[in-house]
C-alpha cells in the first residue's frame, strides 16, 4: 500500500497571503495524484488530478506541481472561503490512498 | 444536475449487517468508476472500494476485504455497498464518489450517510 503523507497537519495563513501544501507518496507515483478541498460539514471537492490540472471550476490562484514523489499545491492570495482542510490522494495503484490532510487555517 | 445520492445508513450493533446505496442522476452512469469512501468522525478520508463502469473490476480496502460487497445495477444507476460482519471502527460518514472518465480524480460526491456500529 503506499502511504500519503502530509505536511504540516495545520498551517495558519493571513487573508491576501500564500499557502503551500506538501504530500510525499511512499514510493513513485509518476503525476497520478489529486487534491480535494473539504469545508466543515461538506463533501470534499476535487481541486487538482494529474498533480498539476485544475479540474472544471477551480479558480487559477490554486496550482499544483511535482511528480514521484514528491507534491505541492500552492494557494496564492488566499481567500476567505480557502480556508479548508486538503487532502490528497493517490490513483496510481490499489487501494487508493489519501493523505492525513492539511488545515489552512486562519492567522 | 450531475448529482449522486446516498442512503441506507443507521446504526447496527456490531457484527451486525447494514446495506447502504448509491442513486446518481445527471450523467451517463454507465461510463463512470463508483467508489465508496467513508469518513470517521473527525477524522480523514478513507477509501473503501470501487467498481468499474461495467461490474466487471472491484476492489477493496484491505480493512474491509471479505466483509463488504461492492455492486451496481446500471439499469438503475445505482451502487450498492453490502457490509456484514461490522465492527466499531466502521463508524463513518460513508460518501459515493465518482471517478472521471480517466480514474484520474474523484470529482462527483454525494452528501454521505452515516454508519454507526455500537453495542
Known amino acids: 500500500e503506499i502511504v500519503m503523507t502530509q505536511s504540516p497537519a495545520t498551517l495558519s495563513v493571513s487573508p491576501g497571503e500564500s499557502a503551500t501544501l506538501s504530500c510525499r507518496a511512499s514510493?513513485?507515483?509518476?503525476?497520478?495524484l489529486a487534491w480535494y478541498q473539504q469545508k466543515p460539514g461538506q463533501s470534499p471537492r476535487l481541486l487538482m488530478y494529474?498533480?498539476?490540472t485544475r479540474a472544471t471550476g477551480i479558480p487559477a490562484r490554486f496550482s499544483g506541481s511535482g511528480s514521484g514523489p514528491e507534491f505541492t499545491l500552492t494557494i496564492s492570495s488566499l481567500q476567505s472561503e480557502d480556508f479548508a482542510i486538503y487532502y490528497c490522494?493517490?490513483?496510481?495503484?490499489?487501494?487508493?490512498?489519501f493523505g492525513g490532510g492539511t488545515k489552512v487555517e486562519i492567522k | 444536475e450531475v448529482q449522486l445520492l446516498e442512503s441506507g445508513g443507521g446504526l447496527v450493533k456490531p457484527g451486525g449487517s447494514l446495506r447502504l446505496s448509491c442513486v446518481a442522476s445527471?450523467?451517463?452512469?454507465?461510463?463512470?468508476?463508483i467508489n465508496w469512501v467513508r469518513q470517521a468522525p473527525g477524522q480523514g478520508l478513507d477509501w473503501v472500494s470501487s467498481i468499474s463502469a461495467t461490474g466487471s473490476h472491484v476492489n477493496y480496502a484491505d480493512s474491509v476485504k471479505g466483509r463488504f460487497t461492492i455492486s451496481r445495477n446500471n439499469a438503475e444507476n445505482s451502487v450498492y455497498l453490502e457490509m456484514s460482519s461490522l465492527r466499531v471502527e466502521d463508524t463513518a460518514l460513508y460518501f459515493c464518489a465518482r471517478d472521471r472518465i480517466r480514474e484520474d480524480g474523484l470529482d462527483v460526491w454525494g452528501q454521505g450517510t452515516t454508519v454507526t456500529v455500537s453495542s
Open positions: 490522494q493517490q490513483y496510481d495503484s490499489w487501494p487508493l490512498t
Open positions: 514510493q513513485s507515483i509518476s503525476s497520478h
Open positions: 494529474g498533480a498539476s
Open positions: 445527471g450523467f451517463t452512469f454507465s461510463r463512470h468508476t
